[in-house]
């Protein structure tokens, strides 16, 4: 069969099957991930107080940015503030269903949905080959960091719609020229300053890409248009700017968090940030490891799948190659996404997919580049045929280690202390012989935003309001009779109680089996 041969048959099953993939999404999204991160637990209760206050969990009315603290230490402070967008999204189903692991993780999966369909739109206007498009969507679909990142409650994915429909309002700028759809591809970027942190870097470079191909066109409204984006831009992202004067605090926070100040300051500075730079295009990370933060990736596969490889090196030559506008758009795409990990080096900066989601939609267009160049070529032709032959068996493999090995893998970086277990062991204690207070040792990550989740999803405002950080760092407080006493296994605060008198009641293991927390109690 030619290749051009039944496109609206080819294309309808693309469809059929791109729908069930994105019900696979959305599918056991309490047991996928088996436990809940902390990052995932502290969007969670900020999301509840939210909605049943309209206020944060530090007091803040309707905040634009949220501050990340320790729920159980009074008057606690940090330097860590969250984007607003997540929050506000997942408000509703929390309002609806609580705050149980399904609720709080359906709008991120949903978000990563809607990209699948945008990425079908905004294919249809690329290729302008039905075809094509499907295969865009498919593409991303099958994408195992999408999969991964999109079934946890954080906000790394948040602003892959808003740059999807900044594509797409722009690529029809450039076919039929209207002034509408060049301030709508603005305010899509505007937009998205809210959403995650790095589009703070990441959308006004868009931007600017968006505005120099503008006026290099042959567009007959192209200064109007320039005009109308920069406009629709300009009003989300002074409303930014009125947002951080009104809050410094959060601004000098997260600079300070951050290593922008200090950006290019030495000849040592600059290469570091050149080499973390490159290291996101490392072959390895891309198709083979993924990294090795095991909630970002399964170390089994690859950002992308291997299949995608020769596909994205035939569409780098041919967006190069080229004479396309759009091609070269994705190709400048691709190659800035990783530009704010650079630009401001954060914690753990190298080998963060999650970091630098937008490098997924704009490699899975790269490949579709690549899939519509060798369709023309008969030498290449066999190659992209192995290729779509080769990466659903692959991603069926990923899918299988992902529900198997993997959540064993992930769990203990997950919730090293495995809270959930914990909490239930807690509530049976305390049937059993209530106690008058319990105390969280501060060396369980996260430990007070987990217990604050735990005692909401259980219903436990009375165990709540018993619950009490105990510093490891201080001299150990008053405890009383009976009260129980959640340590980790490795600090040294467990045998010194022990020695105090305090009998183990519970030793709590982790998912993967090995010893993760203890349950203590004082003495009557």
Not at 296 to 301: H, I, K, N
Not at 508 to 524: F, K, N, S
Request: charged share 15%.
């Amino acid at each position: 069969m030619a290749w051009s041969d039944r496109p609206d048959l080819l294309s309808r099953a693309g469809l059929v099957l791109l729908a069930l993939i994105s019900a696979l999404f959305l599918l056991a999204l309490d047991r996928f991930p088996a436990v809940i991160g902390g990052d995932e637990a502290h969007f969670a209760v900020h999301a509840e107080s939210l909605a049943r206050s309209g206020h944060d969990l530090n007091g803040t009315k309707w905040p634009v940015f949220v501050r990340i603290t320790d729920p159980l230490v009074p008057n606690n402070s940090s330097n860590i503030w969250y984007q607003p967008l997540l929050f506000y999204v997942m408000m509703p189903f929390v309002a609806a269903f609580g705050p149980s692991a399904w609720a709080i993780r359906l709008p991120v999966a949903l978000i990563a949905v809607a990209s699948l369909w945008l990425m079908y739109a905004v294919g249809l206007r690329m290729f302008r080959d039905r075809r094509l498009a499907v295969a865009a969507a498919l593409g991303l679909a099958l994408t195992p960091a999408l999969f991964i990142v999109s079934r946890q409650a954080l906000d790394y994915i948040a602003p892959l719609p808003f740059v999807l429909a900044w594509l797409l309002f722009f690529l029809k700028f450039l076919d039929e020229g209207r002034i509408r759809d060049a301030a709508l591809a603005g305010l899509s970027l505007g937009l998205a300053l809210f959403s995650y942190i790095a589009a703070w870097v990441l959308m006004p470079v868009h931007l600017v890409l968006m505005l120099a191909v503008m006026w290099q066109s042959a567009a007959p409204q192209r200064t109007r248009a320039i005009a109308a984006a920069t406009a629709a831009f300009a009003g989300p992202a002074i409303a930014l700017t009125i947002a951080l004067a009104s809050n410094s605090e959060m601004l000098s926070n997260t600079l300070s968090r951050y290593e922008v100040a200090d950006a290019a300051t030495s000849q040592s500075d600059v290469a570091a940030r050149l080499r973390l730079y490159w290291d996101y295009f490392n072959p390895s990370f891309l198709f083979f490891a993924g990294g090795s933060n095991p909630t970002q990736a399964t170390s089994r596969v690859g950002v992308f799948l291997l299949g995608f490889l020769p596909l994205m090196l035939i569409g780098v030559r041919a967006a190069w190659l080229g004479r396309r506008d759009r091609d070269r758009i994705a190709l400048v795409a691709l190659a800035v996404a990783p530009l704010p990990i650079a630009v401001t080096m954060p914690p753990a900066a190298a080998y963060s997919i999650a970091r630098a989601m937008t490098m997924l939609p704009f490699g899975v267009l790269i490949a579709v580049v690549g899939l519509e160049a060798a369709r023309r070529n008969a030498k290449l032709r066999p190659v992209a045929i192995v290729c779509l032959m080769l990466i659903p068996l692959q991603f069926a493999a990923f899918l299988q280690d992902y529900r198997g090995g993997y959540q064993l893998r992930a769990a203990p970086r997950l919730d090293p202390a495995n809270m959930r277990a914990v909490g239930d062991a807690v509530i049976a204690l305390d049937s059993a012989t209530p106690a008058p207070a319990v105390y969280l040792s501060d060396r369980i990550d996260d430990g007070g935003v987990r217990w604050r989740l735990l005692m909401s999803q259980h219903g436990r405002a009375d165990l709540w309001t018993r619950s009490r950080s105990l510093s490891t760092m201080q001299a150990l407080p008053a405890i009383e009779p009976n009260a129980l006493v959640i340590c980790t296994t490795v600090e040294p605060t467990a045998s010194l109680l022990r020695n105090s008198g305090y009998r183990e009641v519970a030793a709590i293991a982790g998912a993967d089996g090995e010893a993760a927390a203890v349950i203590l109690r004082a003495p009557g």
